[in-house]
């Protein structure tokens, strides 16, 4: 049941005031009151500038504020991440760390047996080589194991294209199976980030490609990227004085080879999850989906395992059993939920709010695809809960910006007259009122 709209409440206490009307009516007035929800406002001001197509909704509490084809499905574009990153602190946790092992078999080949973690950058892989030196002086050949990942996992909405946004997956992966390059004067490629190395493959297919300085997809084969995470390790295991005699190649480990490292990552599930929404991080947010089928499925990762995973969740957690979701970072315009279902992930994230963007008072996560524009978040207010709203714009050149900004001024002069009202006149008993004529 929604709350009591305050303006009820304050007419009845005037026409007590005005009328001294006996105590044991008005009261029953006021009990009355709490059971009539506050209205939603349909002529808001907010969306006199909203495309009629579009979905908005303000909510405080239980109360809705403001609601616009709330129940109608759209595609939420990036927003979507709340969800997936909601998934992943059901099951394991806001503490969890993703792990890599590593083996050495009977020929003293070493195999590098990776989980998907999505957190395997430079850092990681210098803590890796500065561990391994203490136990492991030399070895033959380096072994890539990405097996944890089913081959030729295709994300709906993914692209072929150099952005990073459009980065595969993967098992075993380095910086995001992306890098970083600055061509010289000539066009030659040299990586712009001194405590990373830049694999002659990497260069010579990113200097084919005529890039520009900045961050990269160099490859969308999965044993090309693969293998360029074994490139960076065995950077950072020479740095140590580790020495390899053979070469890399890709391979599984085995029973009856030993284990002689397990590296944990650095970073927390709730780190991971703060990184991937500053930066809308779709590569992160897609592999914890596919994680979470593995973990929940059993290896090997798909995306099929990963919908299943989260069609549960949708349905036994949030009682949401009618969204569509094909894969966990919104890039798909298959992934389809209303306002109202986004409104009811916003309750469960609230607690973690604060692993989003703030700006001006207003916690949030954006999203965007061709014709698409999106945003949901939090409403900062002097009081420990905030407003949530959702605004989904599938279409239409509505200002989003400027909706938000009426959203936020509406939500804190809600939470102002409430404030007004907080402290009601005291109701007089019938002793203390004017005898009955």
Not at 73 to 92: D, E, F, G, I, R
Request: glycine share 8%; hydrophobic share 40%; aromatic share 8%.
């Amino acid at each position: 049941m929604r709350k009591v709209h305050g303006s009820i409440r304050i007419q009845a206490k005037r026409a007590m005031h005005r009328k001294r009307l006996p105590a044991a009516v008005v009261i029953f007035v006021l009990i009355l009151t709490h059971a009539c929800p506050i209205a939603a406002d349909a002529f808001s001001p907010c969306l006199e500038a909203v495309d009629p197509s579009g979905a908005v909704l303000l909510t405080d509490g239980d109360d809705i504020l403001i609601e616009q084809n709330a129940a109608t499905q759209y595609v939420p574009a990036s927003t979507l991440k709340l969800l997936t990153a909601l998934a992943a602190m059901h099951h394991w946790g806001i503490t969890y760390r993703f792990r890599t092992e590593f083996y050495m078999d009977a020929d003293r080949n070493l195999k590098i047996k990776g989980y998907g973690d999505p957190f395997l950058v430079t850092e990681a892989w210098e803590e890796i080589a500065k561990a391994l030196s203490t136990t492991v002086r030399g070895f033959n050949h380096l072994i890539l194991d990405n097996s944890y990942f089913a081959p030729g996992i295709d994300i709906s909405g993914r692209g072929d294209s150099t952005n990073p946004y459009d980065a595969p997956p993967g098992a075993l992966c380095a910086n995001f199976n992306t890098v970083h390059v600055d061509p010289d004067a000539e066009g030659r490629i040299a990586d712009t980030e001194p405590q990373t190395p830049l694999s002659r493959a990497a260069g010579e297919r990113c200097q084919s490609l005529g890039l520009k300085q900045g961050r990269y997809t160099f490859s969308h084969d999965e044993q090309v990227i693969t293998r360029y995470a074994g490139e960076v390790a065995l950077y950072f295991m020479k740095k140590e004085g580790v020495d390899m005699a053979g070469d890399i190649s890709l391979g599984t480990v085995r029973p009856g080879d030993t284990l002689v490292y397990t590296h944990a990552s650095v970073f927390t599930l709730k780190e991971m999850i703060r990184g991937m929404m500053e930066f809308s991080n779709n590569f992160i947010a897609n592999q914890l989906f596919l994680n979470l089928g593995a973990h929940v499925f059993g290896p090997p990762a798909t995306l099929e395992k990963g919908i299943r995973v989260i069609d549960r969740y949708l349905k036994d957690e949030l009682g949401m059993p009618n969204v569509h979701i094909v894969e966990g970072s919104g890039l798909s315009r298959e992934n389809r939920l209303s306002a109202s279902e986004m409104d009811g992930i916003l309750i469960q994230f609230e607690p973690c709010r604060h692993l989003l963007k703030t700006r001006d008072g207003v916690s949030f996560k954006t999203g965007r695809l061709e014709g698409i524009r999106t945003r949901v978040g939090y409403v900062e207010t002097e009081t420990a809960n905030p407003c949530r709203f959702v605004v989904f714009l599938n279409k239409g050149r509505s200002d989003i910006d400027t909706l938000v900004r009426c959203i936020k001024k509406r939500c804190r002069r809600v939470r102002e007259d409430r404030q007004t009202r907080a402290a009601p006149a005291a109701i007089p008993s019938a002793s203390t009122g004017p005898p009955d004529r």
